[in-house]
């Protein structure tokens, strides 16, 4: 069936260094792919897409990079904050479909 | 502000007793969902509703049943709770139709604890 693995688990850097999640999606029909934050004990929202059309988005110290042929996507944050702190989850969808499939997450410590 | 509210938010009850979450919306969106978190699982997919007269069965829907009361409304129900229930569930929304991305709105969550 449909399935995303995300790595690594858990992820800890120290305040200002970079920190990348990376994230493999098994359906090649899915063309949508959002990034969802859950700080602790909040509920996941959404911090960044990117849909199938487009290689790299950024958004300040975030972005998402996307490998089609490879079904590969990844998180990048850069100039990492104890703010950014949480848990990370990458998700695969069709876009406008009703099923979104998520990945694991992975729990990001930033260091201060 | 138009949210998303789940009640209760914190529910500790023993094996084989009838439980129901309610999650209620005022964001005037079509599709509702419930989802199950567990460490290291991610969010897993109960059930799904389009609308009130569509129901469907997400990956794990074995033990529970929903009932979509209302656009607003849509209500998880575990008949006979066991241990391995015990977990963070999330009620969420999204809205449908042409250039829609499915965006997942959640609610607060819903941490059940079955003894």
């Known amino acids: 069936g449909e399935n995303v693995e995300q790595h690594p688990s858990t992820l800890s850097v120290q305040e200002g260094d970079s920190a990348v999640i990376k994230c493999t999606y098994s359906?090649?029909?899915?063309?949508?792919f959002p990034w969802y934050k859950q700080e602790l004990g909040k509920r996941p929202q959404l911090i960044i897409d990117?849909?199938?059309?487009?290689g790299e988005k950024k958004d300040q110290r975030i972005a998402v990079t996307l490998n089609k042929t490879a079904k590969h996507f990844s998180l990048h944050i850069t100039e990492t904050q104890p703010e950014d702190s949480a848990v990370y989850f990458c998700?695969?969808?069709?876009?406008?479909?009703?099923?979104?499939?998520f990945g694991a997450g992975t729990r990001l410590f930033v260091k201060a | 502000d138009a949210d998303v509210t789940q009640t209760p938010r914190n529910r500790i009850t023993k094996t084989g007793k009838r439980i129901m979450l309610e999650c209620s919306q005022t964001?005037?969106?079509?599709?509702m969902y419930w989802y199950r978190q567990d460490p290291g699982l991610g969010l897993r997919l109960i059930y799904y509703s389009f609308d009130v007269k569509d129901i469907n069965k997400g990956e794990i829907s074995d033990g529970y049943s929903v009932s979509r009361q209302a656009q607003a409304k849509f209500s998880l129900s575990l008949e006979s709770a066991i241990p391995n229930q015990t977990a963070l569930y999330f009620c969420?929304?999204?809205?449908?139709?042409?250039?829609?991305?499915?965006?997942?709105?959640f609610g607060p969550g819903t941490r059940l604890t079955v003894l």
């Open positions: 969420a929304t999204s809205v449908s139709g042409r250039g829609s991305n499915n965006e997942q709105f």
């Open positions: 990117i849909r199938s059309n487009v």
């Open positions: 359906d090649s029909a899915s063309n949508y």
């Open positions: 964001k005037g969106h079509d599709r």
């Open positions: 998700a695969a969808s069709l876009s406008g479909g009703f099923k979104t499939i």
